[in-house]
C-alpha cells in the first residue's frame, strides 16, 4: 500500500545531542517537505526537495540539514537539539505537477527536547 | 498582515447545521487552494482543493473560491460530531516554488 512513514513517532532527548528523523514514501512522488507545527499554530516550513539531489530552505531551516539520495527517503537532521526544537515534525508528498501540489503527510514525530 | 488567514476560532455548531469556514489570501496571484482537516494528536489530511473561481463540492463539502476578493471558504452541511477538528487552509502563493502555505486554522466544534 503506497504511504508515507515517519518514524520515531515520538522522541524524548536531551540538549545537544544530534538527531535524524526519517521519512520514506512509497508513493513515487518528487517533491517532499519537513513541516514544523506547535499545537495550535500554522505549519511552518523547514526545507524541501523537488527530486534527489534536490533540497531547498524554507522558512525555519537554519539549525537544520536535509538529505535527497533516494526518491522515497528525506530524512532531517538537527545537529544540535535544543529545548527550542521541542515541536511536532510533519514529512510530507506531493507528485510535483506545479497544479496539483496535494500534501499526503506522514503521521509526524513529536520531539521533546530537555 | 499574514499571507493565509484564517479565523482561529472555535467555531461551535450544533449537529445538523451547516459550518462556514473563511480563509483570506494576500497574494492576487495564487493558483492552487486546499482544505485540510487536522483530527487533535494526527496529521492534516486533505479534503477538498479548488483551482478556479465558483463553488465545488464533494459530498458534505463545498469549496467556495473568489479569486478577486481573495478568499476561499468551506462548507460542510449536515455537519457531524465527527467533523469536530482543526481546518487548514493552504494556498500555493506565486513566486516559483509553488509550496502551499498554511494558514494557522479554525478549529470546529459539532455538539450534538
Known amino acids: 500500500e503506497a504511504d508515507i512513514y515517519q518514524t520515531p513517532r515520538y522522541l524524548v532527548i536531551g540538549t545537544g545531542k544530534k538527531i535524524t528523523l526519517e521519512c520514506s514514501q512509497t508513493m513515487g512522488h518528487d517533491k517532499m517537505y519537513w513541516y514544523q507545527q506547535d499545537p495550535g499554530m500554522e505549519l511552518h516550513l523547514i526545507h524541501y526537495s523537488y527530486g534527489v539531489n534536490s533540497t531547498e530552505k524554507g522558512d525555519l531551516s537554519s539549525e537544520s540539514t536535509v538529505s535527497r539520495i533516494r526518491t522515497e527517503h528525506f530524512p532531517l537532521t538537527l545537529e544540535s537539539a535544543r529545548p527550542s526544537h521541542t515541536s511536532q515534525y510533519l514529512c510530507a508528498s506531493s507528485e510535483g505537477r506545479i497544479t496539483n501540489e496535494k500534501l499526503f503527510f506522514g503521521s509526524g514525530t513529536q520531539l521533546s527536547v530537555l | 498582515q499574514k499571507e493565509v488567514e484564517q479565523n482561529s476560532g472555535p467555531l461551535s455548531v450544533p449537529e445538523g447545521a451547516i459550518a462556514s469556514l473563511n480563509c483570506t489570501y494576500s497574494d492576487r496571484v495564487s493558483q492552487s487552494f486546499f482544505w485540510y482537516r487536522q483530527y487533535s494528536g494526527k496529521s492534516p489530511e486533505l479534503i477538498m482543493s479548488?483551482?478556479?473561481?465558483g463553488d465545488k463540492e464533494d459530498g458534505r463539502f463545498t469549496a467556495q473560491l473568489n479569486k478577486a476578493s481573495q478568499y476561499v471558504s468551506l462548507l460542510i452541511r449536515d455537519s457531524q460530531p465527527s467533523d469536530s477538528a482543526t481546518y487548514l487552509c493552504?494556498?500555493?502563493?506565486?513566486?516559483?516554488?509553488?509550496?502551499?502555505?498554511f494558514g494557522r486554522g479554525t478549529s470546529l466544534i459539532v455538539h450534538p
Open positions: 493552504a494556498v500555493t502563493l506565486s513566486g516559483g516554488s509553488y509550496i502551499p502555505t
Open positions: 479548488i483551482y478556479s473561481n
